[in-house]
């Protein structure tokens, strides 16, 4: 693999018809071989970001698209060498698996020996050396996420561009296709762009996460910070529960699994259970801490009891509080 590029959007901004602005002016630098996962809300301009990315988008006048240091901004998405995978797949029907991951390769007039060597190589990457021959109609979900996967990466692109690849799978398979598909990443090095509205997908891949919200980028950082560290209330919120505590020294955010329950005696603040929900792994208890204020959420061990109106304590490090 050639050595991976750098990307850089520069005043990147798209507004429709009617004044309707998918997107604000954006700057955004994406280093060599990162992962750069797009996090938001629906309608935030995710996908509008990656398709600006990937030349399917032109940004309104004035914006720059620059792969290194060349200006792909009037380029065409075939002249960009990007691979994309999309959440339905966009697969040949009428072609099987290897037809499929040779489609692009064949546009290319690449000679017919090196498209099967490539094809087989792709297939075994993404574990599916047994299906070449399989009409894609025939496969389920995950397999046919990675014949597209395999597809894209085929034509060797520069730059591999996601948007909402696992979407449509069930939740056991999408786990397992995240873990491939970051094994993957790691293994080849390649810069990628990965547009997700599901946090733990984000975390799990990003190296770093941008945080968008109505066409703007909040926060842009690797996901511990943007956990720990959000820099605003959206961001704190989007990429997981958090609770606002009300505190003799100010007021405080805390994450729900950062808070324990305890004796009401010597605590940070005192309330009363209001319910619980079993969640297998764990438990998440509601606790009323005082008459209009939203309950406290608290992630506990799904082994304790917290019967309801229980008065309990609430308890946190200090270190785990923190102001926005
Ligand atoms: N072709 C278009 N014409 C008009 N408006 C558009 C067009 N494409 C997108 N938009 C609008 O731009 C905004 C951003 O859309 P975008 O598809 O980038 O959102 P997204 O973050 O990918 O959302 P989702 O998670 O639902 O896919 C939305 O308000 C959308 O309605
Ligand atoms: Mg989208």
């Known amino acids: 693999m050639t050595h991976p590029i750098g990307i850089r959007l520069h005043q990147c901004a798209r507004t429709f018809a009617r004044q309707q602005t998918a997107l604000h002016p954006l700057d955004l630098q994406i280093e060599p071989g990162e992962t750069l996962v797009l996090l938001g809300p629906s309608g935030c301009g995710k996908t509008t970001t990656l398709r600006i990315i990937s030349g399917l988008e032109r940004c309104d006048a004035g914006g720059e698209v620059w792969f290194d240091d060349r200006n792909v901004t009037a380029l065409p998405i075939e002249k960009r060498n990007v691979g994309m995978v999309f959440q339905n797949y966009a697969l040949f029907p009428h072609l099987n698996v290897a037809q499929n991951v040779a489609y692009g390769l064949r546009i290319q007039r690449l000679p017919e020996s090196d498209i099967r060597l490539r094809v087989k190589a792709m297939l075994k990457m993404v574990d599916l050396s047994d299906f070449a021959d399989r009409s894609v109609q025939a496969l389920s979900g995950g397999q046919k996420q990675r014949v597209s996967l395999a597809r894209a990466l085929a034509a ?73 560290q959000p820099a605003t209330p959206f961001v704190a919120d989007f990429v997981g529960a958090v609770n606002r505590l009300s505190l003799p020294a100010g007021e405080f955010y805390c994450r729900p699994e950062d808070i324990h329950l305890g004796h009401v005696h010597g605590s940070m603040l005192q309330g009363t259970v209001l319910h619980s929900t079993f969640l297998g792994q764990s438990q998440r208890v509601w606790v009323a801490v005082a008459p209009g204020k939203a309950a406290v959420q608290i992630d506990c061990s799904p082994r304790q009891q917290w019967p309801v109106g229980e008065q309990v304590g609430l308890y946190a490090a200090p270190g785990n509080l923190f102001q926005i």
Do not use: C, S, W
């Not at 941008?210 to 720990?228: L, S, T």
């Open 156 to 228: 060797r692109p520069k730059v591999l561009l996601f948007d909402e690849p696992l979407a449509a799978l069930d939740a056991k398979l999408r786990d397992k296709l995240r873990e491939d598909i970051g094994t993957l990443l790691e293994q080849l090095g390649i810069t990628a762009v990965y547009v997700t509205h599901d946090q733990q997908e984000a975390m799990a891949l990003g190296d770093r996460i941008a945080v968008m919200n109505k066409g703007r980028i909040e926060q842009i950082a690797a996901p511990r910070d943007i956990y720990h």
